[in-house]
């Protein structure tokens, strides 16, 4: 099906990227504006992917002529002044080439909001003197006996003076399923549909709108499998409700580990023969393992252009041969799988490697069907960010790129259990859409997560499960060089800020292949501190290779024989605890409570208290709560906690009671009492 995907909110002045899915690039496809607001302007040209940019708040429906008809996608665009502030990043290219807020994800909304408004709306909201931000929306819904209800929860900027009651909800129906705006019933904050105008599939998508905005964009997706007439649903049929936008419950809480293939076998004895990294990789795996780790993420594994690193690819079809065969790899999958664990495919969409035959043709001849594959700044030099001299980007808007890629993923996807989604922010949201569609309607529980550094919430919305959180990354290297320990509590704070919804994913890490050894740069002591936060800190953390035992050379091949055993030992103990306490999973309350240090530097030490949310009349023994104290400091500190309820760190089993508070060397966990008790 070549339908362009879910309805779009967007803000006036925002670009729009349209392409059919699933292309053919032999087929014709024509777009036409089939409505738009009074006022409105906006038109489209004639090519397979289109800009379309709304020029008046409102409700605009484009339509795709494709090879398999007729396909409408509805774009509702608010008022200018209401675009979302967005922390994307804005990374230089090579050239002056002019670029989207698609492809570089540096605009404010772009097609990363996609939209919503009323014809009546004014051109520009009104600023909001007592400050605020982007609020942010939460779908559920409830079958009843004669419908299904979707209940919408806006929440406000935590940092506004707007309430829930001070938001708009706007609500859009799936231009793709069967069934109009005329079938349901909106009121307060919920879209009713009844079960006798439900077909077998409606998606429900919607935004919370406040003076300073509209939210990233929730979903609930309504499915209806026929039965005999007893079931409820038109016609019989058993009513399921999905949250298509929550990240894989297993992602969640996971343990990462990243495997950096070329050197990750070692050095010396260790080194692994050509052709045989994959072997090498599966005869550690019980290693791995062993360190509480379920998932493994492994670096660029395609043919590539020899650089180390392998993200410039020439062949995304075909394995790498220096790391070993396709039968090497799958056996190392299924080892992994064996053991309980998943594994990340690293894929990287935005370029090829100059060394790539499709580039070498385009480059040596300007007539050749593959110069269109390319951006380019100038006669014989392709685009490319940060000058770096041996890649080529990718041209989205040409259909053989699309459908080439498409099929890498095709390919691959049936392997793994995830994508590590390499530069995403430089590839076309519509592009990532439909790959998150795809993959999702093969395997819900298949894991999209996204390299952007800023995070950018829009991502949230039906593009990435899980993000890299670029920002308690930044707070972790601050501290360990000296600012305030607060600021790491300050950064997971900042995602409620920044407008992600509660239910989006992140993973936690302090160092990756791109980032000097957080040992190298803030010392042993601060890299236990990071590894702690880390574990006990909302989110799935991952453990670069090498960290876990003091390796210091970010690429270099590892010194297993040189490893610093306790250490190693200390990331072993908080990955158990992690699984062992309910108050440390990704869903538990993260809360901020009072201390005092009696003894040790006072911006090194940070608390908080975790704690699994649970209604009064539940039972004390069934409640989870531990109070955690990090110490990013080179000597012990001696804290006095608010709320520790005892004097044994979980963590190690030993008492750390003194007389006059904790002595916490560099994390200890314990646990919680009633808030407002000190030890």
């Not at 006036?12 to 059919?20: F, M, N, R, T």
């Not at 080439?97 to 909001?113: H, I, K, L, P, Q």
């Not at 649903?233 to 343990?255: K, L, N």
């Not at 790391?323 to 090829?352: K, P, Q, W």
């Amino acid at each position: 099906m070549h339908h362009p995907g879910p309805p779009r909110f967007v803000a006036v002045g925002d670009e729009v990227e349209l392409a059919p899915r699933d292309p053919d690039p032999t087929a014709t496809y024509a777009w036409t504006v089939a409505a738009a607001p009074a006022g409105s302007a906006a038109a489209l040209g004639d090519d397979p992917v289109e800009y379309f940019h709304p020029d008046e708040p409102g409700r605009y429906v484009v339509a795709l002529d494709a090879p398999d008809g007729r396909h409408e996608l509805t774009v509702r665009a608010f008022p200018g002044g209401l675009a979302p502030t967005s922390e994307a990043p804005s990374y230089p290219q090579s050239g002056t080439t002019e670029t989207t807020a698609d492809e570089a994800a540096a605009g404010t909304s772009g097609d990363a909001g996609d939209g919503s408004g009323r014809t009546d709306e004014p051109d520009e909201a009104a600023a909001d003197p007592d400050g605020g931000g982007r609020p942010r929306l939460t779908l559920s819904a409830t079958v009843t006996d004669d419908a299904v209800v979707v209940e919408a929860d806006p929440q406000p900027h935590p940092e506004g003076v707007e309430t829930a009651a001070d938001l708009e909800v706007a609500f859009l129906l799936d231009d793709r399923d069967d069934i109009d705006r005329e079938d349901v019933r909106i009121a307060g904050g919920e879209l009713t549909v009844p079960l006798d105008a439900l077909s077998d599939r409606a998606r429900v998508h919607a935004v919370a709108v406040g003076r300073h905005g509209y939210s990233v964009p929730d979903a609930v997706d309504i499915g209806c499998e026929r039965g005999d007439a007893t079931d409820s649903g038109r016609d019989g049929g058993t009513v399921t409700v999905h949250r298509p936008y929550d990240p894989p419950a297993w992602a969640e809480d996971s343990v990462i580990y990243e495997v950096y293939v070329r050197t990750f076998p070692g050095q010396g004895s260790d080194a692994a023969a050509e052709g045989e990294v994959f072997d090498a990789i599966r005869e550690r795996l019980e290693y791995i393992e062993g360190l509480g780790v379920d998932t493994l993420w492994l670096t660029p594994v395609l043919a590539n252009d020899d650089a180390p690193h392998g993200y410039n690819v020439t062949d995304f079809l075909s394995l790498a041969a220096d790391l070993g065969t396709r039968e090497d790899y799958e056996r190392l999958i299924d080892a992994a799988h064996d053991r309980g664990m998943r594994v990340l495919f690293d894929l990287v969409c935005n370029h090829s490697a100059r060394a790539h035959p499709y580039y070498q043709a385009a480059v040596s001849d300007p007539d050749s069907e593959y110069r269109e594959w390319y951006e380019w700044r100038g006669p014989g030099e392709p685009e490319t960010y940060f000058d770096w001299e041996l890649i080529a980007n990718f041209d989205f808007s040409h259909l053989p790129v699309r459908r080439h890629l498409l099929d890498a993923v095709d390919e691959w996807a049936p392997l793994v259990d995830g994508f590590r989604c390499d530069m995403a922010w430089a590839v076309p949201n519509a592009f990532w859409r439909e790959v998150h569609d795809r993959l999702k309607a093969r395997d819900a529980d298949f894991l999209l997560l996204d390299e952007t550094i800023p995070y950018i919430p829009d991502f949230q919305a039906g593009l990435f499960d899980v993000h890299f959180d670029s920002t308690t990354y930044a707070a972790l290297r601050r501290v360990g060089n000296g600012e305030p320990a607060e600021a790491v509590l300050d950064a997971v704070e900042d995602r409620a800020r920044s407008g992600f919804p509660d239910h989006a994913g992140f993973m936690l890490y302090a160092e990756n292949h791109d980032e000097t050894r957080y040992v190298v740069e803030c010392g042993r002591p601060a890299a236990e501190a990071a590894l702690g936060a880390l574990c006990t800190l909302p989110g799935a953390p991952m453990v670069y290779a090498g960290q876990e035992f003091g390796q210091r050379g970010k690429r270099d091949d590892l010194a297993w024989g040189h490893a610093d055993e306790s250490l190693r030992e200390h990331v072993r103990r908080l990955t158990a605890l992690r699984g062992e306490q309910p108050a440390l999973a990704t869903a538990a309350a993260l809360e901020r409570v009072d201390y005092d240090l009696r003894e040790g530097w006072d911006d090194r030490v940070v608390a908080f208290r975790r704690a699994v949310e649970a209604p009064m009349e539940t039972a004390e023994e069934e409640r989870s709560a531990v109070v955690v104290v990090l110490n990013f400091g080179a000597d012990p500190a001696t804290v006095a906690v608010d709320a520790a309820a005892g004097e044994t760190d979980l963590l190690t089993g030993e008492s750390v009671g003194e007389d006059d508070g904790l002595r916490v060397d560099s994390v200890a966990v314990l646990p919680a009492g009633p808030s407002g008790q000190r030890r």
